[in-house]
């Protein structure tokens, strides 16, 4: 069965600086899709990055990144430069094979002045 | 696209109630999802559509809880009876097929169901 998870659940960090939020999955299959969402105070769900289980390079999107290491299946979030705006809760989920996803039990990040 | 819409955004109820959740996906994706979200459970899957099938329904809690999906641009996630448990936040989700590719899923603005 897949499993995430997040062993995080508050992280606070000065603003500027960079985060990293730590994610590590459980799965026997070889294809998956690991995700990031961010949950901020007003309830949404938005998608941040993508990685693929088959893909040769760590995924990026703008500030966000995501430092995939297959071997010890991790996919940490990295957020470059964090700003006061990025303070939310943020979950790491997997999908294999039929789309749906699975979610950890989120990290809770606070962005200081 | 306006994204996935879902309605109500608010809904409070009394035990023994029937509940209707309603959700408009994005036009053109092809899976359907609803979670629930809750302080002790987290984010927790429900029930999921491919071409408006049920494929997954192992996350519905019990008989209680339904869903269907009549077309390609609408679903229902229906309780009845709903009871002061089932208190949470529901969000519809839609993704697209390409080709088997695993893709992100758009999340609605969730409904926040309170069962009095």
């Known amino acids: 069965a897949q499993k995430i998870t997040q062993t995080q659940p508050g992280m606070f960090v000065q603003e500027k600086e960079a985060v990293t939020l730590d994610c590590t999955y459980d799965t026997s299959d070889p294809s998956y899709g690991l995700f990031w969402y961010k949950q901020p105070s007003s309830g949404e769900m938005i998608f941040l990055i993508y990685q693929g289980s088959y893909d040769q390079q760590n995924a990026t999107e703008g500030r966000y990144s995501l430092n995939f290491q297959k071997a010890r299946k991790s996919a940490n979030l990295v957020i470059s430069a964090s700003q006061l705006g990025d303070s939310a809760m943020y979950f790491c989920?997997?999908?294999?094979?039929?789309?749906?996803?699975?979610f950890g039990q989120g990290t809770r990040l606070t962005i200081n002045p | 696209d306006a994204g996935v819409i879902q309605s109500p955004r608010h809904e409070v109820t009394e035990m023994g109630q029937e509940v209707t959740l309603r959700c408009k996906p994005i036009?053109?994706?092809?899976?359907l999802f609803w979670y629930r979200q809750t302080m002790m459970r987290g984010l927790e899957l429900l029930i999921y559509?491919?071409?408006?099938?049920?494929?997954?329904d192992s996350g519905m809690p019990e008989d209680r809880f339904s869903a269907k999906m009549p077309n390609a641009s609408f679903s229902t996630l229906k309780i009845q009876p709903s009871e002061p448990r089932d208190s949470a936040v529901y969000f519809c989700?839609?993704?697209?097929?390409?080709?088997?590719?695993?893709?992100?899923?758009?999340f609605g603005q969730g409904t926040r169901l309170t069962v009095v």
């Open positions: 559509f491919n071409n408006n099938v049920p494929i997954d």
């Open positions: 989700a839609s993704s697209l097929d390409l080709r088997g590719l695993i893709t992100e899923a758009f």
């Open positions: 989920a997997m999908s294999q094979g039929a789309q749906k996803l699975v």
């Open positions: 036009s053109g994706h092809d899976y």
